[in-house]
């Protein structure tokens, strides 16, 4: 017999969380999740489907294509490595992005500090589990929520609208470590932004051998 708390089990947990999205959340959102817009979806951001490679060529393509990067996935494959760097994605398409002059900008684990850049126009690189009981990280767009309904959305593997509720949402994407990131022109700022991670992010944009476009970072916090 297998131990409770073994991996079969979490995976058979989260995936019995992840069928009951379509359901609706009885939960209560935090007052910085009520202060936003009620509901939001940034319709205009590029969808490249597929599953392979945990999405994330499609997901970087995508926020890439998002900021007028002309790019494809096949063209981001060997940039990231793959198949051989699978396990490295994380650091590999935070790498990629700076080589294309992009600010990566990491966010607080918290729902509300998501939803917050996603109600002023930028959407989020997020990784989370697919729910599945043998499955793996998936990474996607954060393009949308609806309050009221308490649901997330999400341009996923060869979904291009997923619903989620919020708690089954948080819970996938806080077992694969909460990542979540802005990929950021320049000049662009996110919202709320801090003053300090901003810098330090253009600060590893210049130590990617971007410093023109790391020197426009730091000027558009500086005139801020």
Do not use: H
């Not at 700076?98 to 997020?126: C, E, F, I, K």
């Amino acid at each position: 017999m297998l131990p409770l708390f073994s991996p079969f089990y979490k995976r058979l947990l989260l995936a019995g969380a992840l069928a009951l999205t379509l359901v609706g959340c009885a939960g209560q959102v935090s007052q910085d999740v009520r202060r936003l817009p009620e509901r939001v979806e940034l319709s205009g951001v590029p969808f490249f489907r597929g599953n392979a490679n945990q999405s994330a060529p499609m997901a970087l393509a995508s926020i890439l294509s998002q900021q007028g990067v002309g790019i494809t996935p096949g063209l981001l494959e060997k940039p990231l490595g793959l198949p051989a760097g699978i396990n490295k994605l994380q650091g590999s398409m935070e790498a990629v992005a700076r080589d294309y002059g992009m600010v990566v900008y990491p966010l607080d684990n918290s729902l509300a500090a998501l939803l917050a850049q996603v109600a002023a126009g930028n959407p989020v690189l997020v990784r989370y589990s697919d729910g599945a009981l043998w499955g793996e990280p998936r990474y996607a767009l954060l393009v949308g929520y609806d309050r009221f309904k308490q649901r997330v959305l999400l341009r996923s593997g060869n979904s291009r609208r997923m619903p989620i509720d919020f708690d089954s949402f948080a819970s996938a994407w806080k077992s694969e470590g909460s990542w979540a990131v802005l990929v950021q022109r320049p000049e662009q700022l996110p919202a709320q932004v801090d003053r300090q991670r901003w810098l330090k992010a253009a600060n590893d944009l210049a130590q990617a051998g971007q410093e023109q476009a790391a020197a426009r970072a730091t000027k558009a916090i500086g005139a801020q």
